[in-house]
Every structure is written in structure tokens, then in C-alpha cells.
């Protein structure tokens, strides 16, 4: 599975934008961006997952660049409830995979 | 939809006794599950992928020996820490794999169970 490299820790104020970029040079073509998020002590939370298409849900949204050499989970209007670590995964939807996690992104919404 | 449990979520235990983890998928059929370990401020590791009705696969530096696994059936696989010491105590948690339908192929996690060994 492609590397992914992404900011240790990021602050963000509450109800603004978080931006959260992740950098994954080496993706191959048929490799997606998967993001999880894990709250302290809980298991991670799918977030959301995209191929070359930007992705929108409930959640966040999912910007990939046109080379798909970079990618940024935008949640719309953080909250306090997603401080949490966030990380950023790239895999193929199909084979037998399991999900190398990296060190992640630690964000911080303060209030 | 797609929901992993895990039980129990806490447990405390003493040293050289073995403790079982269950973790069980409750509304989607898993042929795969994973087993992650979690130590405090770092990442998550897989230790071993077990696939149902067959010998798991252990990632290395685990010992199988000590980290016994069982896949059941579809919905349940168990990690049982055997013989048990401090060093063994962190947080494990276990993904299982979609096997059809809206969630083939994708990982759902479960909450996590932590091991402290005294």
C-alpha cells in the first residue's frame, strides 16, 4: 500500500473549517483515499473515501488534487466533538487488505 | 448498519492468567477480521487476520502461541491472551470485512477493548 505523510497535530477553532491534508505521492491508480478518525479510547470511525472525484457526505468532504498526489478532509463546522485523530489511508477496494494506519493527524477544536 | 462489537470493553487480570476478547459483527457477515493493538499516543498495529473456518495469518513479531485466535463463524472471531503480563496490557481492537452487498470489502471497527495487566 502507498505511504501517506500528514501534519502531526493541528488546531482548529470551533465552528470553522478544519482543513486536514494528507500527502500520498506514491498512490497507484487503482488505490483510494480512505480517511478514519479515532476518538481517544474509542475504536476509528469511517469517514469518508474517494478515487479521483471529490467526495461530499454528512460528515466532511474529500478534495482530491487532478494528479492525486495530495488530498484534504475538509469538516465543514468543527465542534469540539471532533477533536480526534485523523488518518488518511490509501488502498485498493479490492483484495484482501488490511488498513496500514500511520501516525495521523492529532486536530484539536478549541472552543 | 455495519456494526462491530467487542466485549468485554475493559478488563483487568493478573499476571499469567489469559483473557478472551470477543468480537462480533452484528448486522453483516465478516470471512475477514482483523486484530489491531494499540499502546498509549501511537498508532494502530495489526497483529493477525483471521479469516472464518481457517488459521489466521500473524503479522511478525506476534507469537501466535500467545495470541491464540479463533474465527468461528461469520459474525464471531476471539483473540485470547494467554498467559498474561504487564507488558500485554494496551488496547485492542478488532475491524471486520464486509463480505457482500453495501459493505463488501469495506472495514468497520469495533469500539475497542482495553487490557490492563496487573
Redesign the interface.
Known amino acids: 500500500d502507498a505511504k501517506t505523510t500528514q501534519p502531526p497535530s493541528m488546531d482548529c477553532a470551533e465552528g470553522r473549517a478544519a482543513n486536514l491534508p494528507c500527502n500520498h505521492s506514491t498512490i497507484s491508480g487503482n488505490e483510494y483515499v480512505y480517511w478514519?478518525r479515532?476518538i481517544h479510547?474509542?475504536?476509528?470511525?469511517?469517514i469518508i473515501h474517494g478515487l479521483k472525484n471529490n467526495e461530499t457526505n454528512e460528515m466532511a468532504s474529500l478534495i482530491i488534487t487532478e494528479d492525486r498526489k495530495s488530498s484534504t478532509l475538509i469538516l465543514p463546522h468543527a465542534t469540539l466533538r471532533d477533536t480526534a485523530v485523523y488518518?488518511c489511508i490509501v488502498r485498493p477496494?479490492?483484495?484482501?487488505n488490511?488498513?496500514?494506519?500511520?501516525?495521523?493527524t492529532r486536530l484539536t477544536v478549541i472552543p | 448498519g455495519a456494526v462491530?462489537s467487542?466485549h468485554p470493553s475493559w478488563v483487568i487480570c493478573k499476571s499469567g492468567t489469559s483473557v478472551k476478547i470477543e468480537c462480533r459483527s452484528l448486522d453483516f457477515q465478516a470471512t475477514?477480521m482483523?486484530w489491531?493493538r494499540q499502546f498509549p499516543k501511537q498508532?494502530?498495529?495489526?497483529m493477525a487476520?483471521s479469516n472464518e473456518g481457517s488459521k489466521a495469518t500473524y503479522e511478525q513479531g506476534v507469537e501466535k502461541d500467545k495470541f491464540l485466535i479463533n474465527h468461528a463463524s461469520l459474525t464471531l472471531s476471539t483473540l485470547t491472551v494467554t498467559s498474561a503480563h504487564p507488558e500485554d496490557s494496551s488496547?485492542y481492537?478488532c475491524?471486520a470485512r464486509g463480505l457482500g452487498g453495501e459493505v463488501y470489502?469495506?472495514?468497520?471497527?469495533?469500539?475497542?477493548t482495553?487490557l490492563t495487566v496487573l
Do not use: D, H, K
Open positions: 478514519y479515532q479510547s474509542q475504536g476509528p470511525q469511517y488518518y477496494q479490492t483484495g484482501a488490511n488498513l496500514f494506519f500511520g501516525t495521523g | 462491530v467487542q475477514t482483523f489491531y498508532s494502530l498495529m495489526l487476520t488496547f481492537i475491524s470489502n469495506e472495514q468497520f471497527f469495533g469500539p475497542g482495553r
